[in-house]
């Protein structure tokens, strides 16, 4: 396993899986790394859907997202065919929300690139969890009451490789010291 400097370091969105699901104990591995996020004011509030990257609620959110591009075909569905999604609600109208399943999401992609698992984190269903099918998505994937749609998470064995982004520090640092 990486230690985390490395995983931090080589991190990197990965769009391509194979079609593995994955063990109980890689997946024990990406929960706890959720679980073990820090929340403002220790809430705990974060709670993490598992869901089976051919379940067909899947496919609905899909199409939800699609719905006012009749002529959009992706080549890919939101979650690239992953093995497995994780969708990351928070408790409404908690100012941290966005942050804490943030924080906890991001744990979750060092967590799955520490133990070799490639990862996607994933906000483009924000509008279709969020919108007239809000309700019936937050039962189907059995978010709590008062709860929505922060985030999601795609994990499974990487069918490809992606080198991490280039970043500048001159560009997005400040030294006051
Ligand atoms: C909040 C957030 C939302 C994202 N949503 C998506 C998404 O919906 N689809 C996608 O393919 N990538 C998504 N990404 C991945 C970014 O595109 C990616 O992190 C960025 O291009 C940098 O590439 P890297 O992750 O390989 O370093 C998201 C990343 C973040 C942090």
Known sequence: MKDALQAIKDRSSIRAY?????????LDVIIQAGLQAPTAANRQEVYFTVVDGKDPILAEIQ???????PDANPPHNFYYEAP????????EEF??????????????????EATGLGNLIIGCIKDAMR?????????????PEGYEFEVAFAVGHRATEKAPHEYSEEKNVTYLC
């Open 18 to 26: 194979k079609d593995e699901p994955l063990t109980k104990e890689e």
């Open 84 to 91: 497995t999604v994780i969708i990351l609600s928070g408790k």
């Open 63 to 69: 199409a939800e997202m699609l719905k006012d591009r």
């Open 131 to 143: 919108g007239e099918k809000k309700a019936y998505f937050s039962e189907a994937l059995k978010i």
């Open 95 to 112: 100012f941290w929300s966005p942050l804490d399943a943030g924080i906890a999401v991001e744990n979750m992609a060092i967590a799955a």
